[in-house]
Structures are given as C-alpha cells and as structure tokens.
Antibody, heavy 120, light 107 residues
C-alpha cells in the first residue's frame, strides 16, 4: 500500500519560495502512478496544484502555473513542490497524493498534510 | 468546472439516510467524479470513484450515483463514525476541481 509523507518548513516569508518534499513508501515511484499536490485553505477549500510523473512530465493548475514547479527523484523515491513568490494567500495545508492511471484522475492515497504559513 | 455541494451541513440521527448533492457547472465527462471523506485533522479518504464505484475497504452503506451535472453520495444508515466533511471532485476536465464540502453531523 502506498504511503506518503510531506515535509518542509512550516513558515515561509512573503515573496520567498515554498519548498515541500513528499516521501513515498510501499511503492516505487518509477513503477508508474502520477504524483500530485493539493492544498486546503479555509478560504479556498481544496485546490489541485498539479501532478508529476516519474518521467518528469508535469501538469499544473493554470491558476498557479506561473509560480509552481514539480519534480521527482526516483533514487530517493521522493517528489517535490516549489511555489515561488508566495503571499499570505498561499497559507494552507499541503497534501501530496497519488493517482494510479492518469494525471487527471482521483487520488487513492494521501499524505497526512503539512501546514505552511506565509508570514513575515 | 465549478462543483457546488449541498447542503452545507446535514444533521441526522444514527440509522438515518444521508443524501449529499454535488452539482457541476457543466457536464462531467465519462462519470469522472469522486467522493472523499475527511475527518478532523485527517487527510481526505477516497470513498467513491467514477461516480458509483466504491474504493477498496469502503463499507457498502456508502453509495454514489448520478451523471452529467448532478451527482449524489448516499449513506444508507448513518453511523457515529461517519461524522466528517464530504467532498466531491471532478477529473474529467482540467483543472481538477473540488466541491466546497458537506459537513455531516450526528443529532
């Protein structure tokens, strides 16, 4: 069974870059699946940020595309999220999750989530 | 696609039937709609995919139905452990989107 665990700084200053890591266990990223990021804030609910495949292909939400970068490291069985130029509106709980068949799919496994606060 | 869930809050007694609605602003292709359950302090858990297929390990009191723009999650006999917020998600058109959620409470 796939297990996911997010990690990263809980506090980021405005205009800086938010960087998160998702460690995957119980499944090899290289075997397939698509690896996604979703955030949840009181104001905007659940918001899909994007997905990355082990091949390096990425699929982003157009509303965030200009500020988001996703990548994978198959040797570490991890994938990553970077959000540039953050503001208070980026404060949220960030989840990593997995989809089995496509980047446009449901998420069958989720990490526990990590709260990121944007504040000076 | 904007997903609108109703009601915002549902308060029922144990054993009652819960009916949750998810309405899409345009047709969701190929039944590409999922339902999740989120308990306080936890991540969402997949309940239903492809509008009506139960995910692995989900009790059969949970069922999904619908097509096009109108979808329903039904809990046939509400149990205390079902207290949670329920979200729908469409994956037919990019960007993937989620509904605002329905909170289910026990009277």
């Amino acid at each position: 069974q796939v297990q996911l665990q997010e990690s990263g700084p809980g506090l980021v200053k405005p205009s800086e870059t938010l960087s998160l890591t998702c460690a995957v266990s119980g499944y090899s990223i290289s075997s397939g699946y698509y690896w996604g990021w979703i955030r949840q804030s009181p104001g905007k609910g659940l918001e899909w940020i994007g997905c990355v495949h082990h091949s390096g292909s990425t699929y982003y939400n157009p509303s965030l595309q200009s500020r988001v970068t996703m990548s994978v490291d198959t040797s570490k069985n991890q994938f990553y999220l970077k959000v540039n130029d953050v503001t208070a509106a980026d404060t949220a709980v960030f989840y990593c999750a997995s989809s089995s068949a496509s980047w446009a799919y449901y998420f069958h496994s989720w990490g526990q989530g990590t709260l990121v606060t944007v504040s000076s | 696609i904007v997903l609108t869930q109703s009601p915002a809050t549902l308060s029922l007694s144990p054993g009652e039937r819960a009916t949750l609605s998810c309405r899409a602003s345009e047709s969701v292709s190929s039944y590409y709609l999922a339902w999740y359950q989120q308990k306080p302090g936890q991540a969402p858990r997949l309940l239903i995919y492809d509008a009506s297929h139960r995910a692995t390990g989900i009790p059969d009191r949970f069922s999904g139905s619908g097509s096009g723009t109108d979808f329903t999650l039904t809990i046939s006999r509400l149990e205390a452990e079902d207290i949670a917020v329920y979200f729908c998600q469409q994956y037919g058109i990019s960007p993937l989107t989620f509904g605002g959620g329905t909170k289910v409470e026990i009277k």
